[in-house]
């Protein structure tokens, strides 16, 4: 492209999954990428909701790249709801025209469906990149009525960059036709995870040790929110059983969250002080070192849209338990390779997979081996591919071919 295509993201706030890959993409020479964020609330920090906790990201966030804070009141937005993200100066910027596309990542706030209207009334083409999958539960009146209203919504999107297979199913299945969608998978900074995971023995027993994990079990690890949909009990009741078959194994727990003091309890009930250790909100800095002093990462959720943690420990050489509906399952998680499946919610065959690993190093070490060079392949470089093909395509329309 002879001009730098300008491409307008529009995000509720600044990312830590996101921002990294802004910042990438913007080295290319003819992309020139402005984030347009409606609350600056991961900067200055805030109550987040999942975790029950004040959180301030320790990495990073507008380097590389352009952004935009827009208005006086993106100092005191608070994303939540559907509502809680109107901001009316999305409309102005976009109808400024100076960008190529604007991208939305969804439709959860109000200032999505706004900044969707401001590109249609310019004749601006919009991208969408959603997380969205046909395996999320949800009650099937509300789906019926949800993939009908978005089934005509989609009409009116020029390009959707799906973050993998399950969710270009998802497009397909409402009807986008396959030459508008261009894989732009979901990812992470794999570098920085994959340095800073690359630890000395001597290292890891360090981190071991700060924890207070035992030298001589290895460790499962379960990194999430403390909330129903992540079931983290249902990890705690696997190390029971295995407990009571003569598994040694310690789990880690990492993040907080409203369930907090009901896995504690059940820690006392099932008599696992010393095996379980809460770990507490561990900060984006610190997280790869905590991976590369686990053995195996557990992620038992259900309704979950990708599951980005699962590529930050792939990227640690971790293997990985994974339920089957999370959605970057088909993409990352090839059962017997680069981890093992489970059905959400089924606790003895979560205790199976845990075993099978457990049981001796070989197989471990080389699934996690596999997750490693996957995600290798998973990268920041196949976004802009991704994302290059689309903006070739609207700015050259007739040449647009299927993907």
């Given at each position: ?369 596999r997750a490693r060079d996957l995600m290798a392949g998973w ?25």
């Amino acid at each position: 492209m002879a001009e730098p295509f300008r491409l307008a993201v529009v995000n509720s706030h600044p990312i830590q999954y996101f921002a990294p890959l802004y910042a990438y993409l913007n080295r290319d020479e003819g992309l020139e990428v402005t984030a347009l964020y409606c609350s600056d609330f991961s900067l200055r920090g805030g109550l987040d909701p999942g975790f029950g906790q004040a959180v301030q990201w320790d990495v990073d966030l507008l380097n590389g790249y352009q952004s935009v804070f827009l208005g006086d009141n993106a100092r005191r937005r608070v994303p939540g709801g559907f509502w809680s993200l109107v901001c009316p100066e999305v409309w102005t910027e976009i109808r400024r025209g100076k960008y190529d596309a604007v991208l939305l990542h969804g439709y959860a706030y109000a200032a999505d469906v706004l900044a969707f209207l401001a590109a249609r009334s310019r004749g601006i083409p919009v991208f969408l990149r959603s997380e969205t999958h046909l395996g999320l539960r949800r009650q099937p009146w509300k789906r019926r009525v949800r993939d009908g209203v978005l089934s005509r919504a989609f009409r009116f999107v020029d390009r959707f960059l799906a973050i993998g297979t399950a969710n270009r199913e998802y497009y397909r299945a409402l009807g986008v036709p396959s030459e508008k969608i261009f894989d732009v998978p979901y990812t992470v900074d794999n570098d920085r995870f994959m340095k800073a995971s690359t630890l000395s023995q001597d290292e890891c027993a360090a981190m071991r040790q700060r924890f207070g994990l035992t030298a001589d079990r290895p460790v499962v690890l379960f990194a999430s929110k403390f909330i129903p949909r992540k079931h983290p009990e249902d990890v705690i009741r696997a190390i029971a059983l295995l407990r009571d078959e003569g598994v040694d194994a310690s789990l880690l727990m990492v993040g907080t969250g409203e369930m907090e003091a009901a896995l504690k309890a059940l820690v006392v009930e099932y008599n696992l002080d010393g095996r379980v250790v809460f770990g507490g909100f561990v900060n984006q800095a610190e997280l790869p070192r905590v991976y590369a002093a686990s053995d195996v990462f557990v992620l038992p959720a259900e309704s979950e849209p990708w599951g980005l943690i699962v590529n930050e420990v792939m990227c640690a050489g971790v293997p990985v338990v994974v339920a089957e509906e999370v959605g970057c399952v088909p993409d990352l998680v090839h059962d017997g390779r680069t981890g093992l499946l489970m059905p959400a919610g089924d606790v003895p065959a979560l205790a199976a997979a845990l075993r099978r690993l457990l049981a001796g190093d070989a197989e471990r070490l080389e699934m996690g081996r596999r997750a490693r060079d996957l995600m290798a392949g998973w990268s920041y470089e196949r976004c802009r591919l991704g994302i290059v093909a689309a903006a070739h395509s609207v700015r050259v329309p007739d040449q647009m071919s299927p993907r």
